[in-house]
């Protein structure tokens, strides 16, 4: 903050403890394009400040493709590797401070199960599903008594999958709902 542009009307306080504020947090000023407008306010002494940055879109942010955010799938917790991946990621140790590590924790744990669900859910669940559901066809045109306890396991196998494919998108329309 320039001195030419302080408020006669503040204490000198104020403004020192404002810098010293600025200082302590490492706020710099940046040269921009930026135009500053003061939006009407009620309910409040406050009016909000808005910033447009020059090269920006309305809506957008400059520069910056904005990802959606990590959901954890529910149909995962029943899976042996989901518990692998939080297990692998959680044991690492991104540094000193406790914060920045459950943070960086849960960011590469998070892409991490993010990428492995794509790949599981797309790839896998769909392929198997549909070879489960040819084996119980064949076990249902040539059915044996010793062919009993093999058809067993693949109704259930396919009715885990399709349990989990129904909390998939029963949490997937709550989201959707949601949003």
Not at 20 to 40: F, M, Q, Y
Not at 62 to 87: L, P, T
Not at 101 to 116: A, M, P
Not at 134 to 163: G, M, P, T
Request: hydrophobic share 35%; with cysteine.
């Amino acid at each position: 903050m320039r001195k030419e542009e302080v408020d006669s009307e503040r204490p000198l306080y104020q403004i020192q403890n404002f810098r010293n504020v600025v200082d302590e947090c490492g706020i710099k000023e940046l040269k921009t394009e930026a135009v500053e407008k003061h939006l009407s306010f009620w309910g409040s002494d406050h009016s909000p400040l808005l910033i447009e940055f020059s090269g920006c879109v309305e809506g957008r942010t400059c520069g910056h493709v904005r990802r959606s955010r990590f959901c954890f799938d529910e149909a995962w917790a029943e899976d042996q590797e989901c518990e692998a991946i939080i297990k692998e990621n959680w044991s690492f140790d991104f540094g000193w401070n406790l914060l920045s590590n459950v943070k960086e924790k849960l960011r590469k744990g998070g892409k991490s199960l993010h990428k492995w669900g794509l790949r599981k859910r797309r790839k896998d669940t769909f392929a198997e599903i549909k070879k489960l559901e040819e084996n119980l066809a064949v076990f249902s045109r040539y059915y044996q008594w010793r062919d009993w306890q093999a058809r067993r396991e693949e109704e259930k196998k396919l009715n885990k999958l399709l349990l989990m494919e129904e909390i998939y998108w029963k949490q997937r329309s709550r989201v959707l709902w949601l949003a």
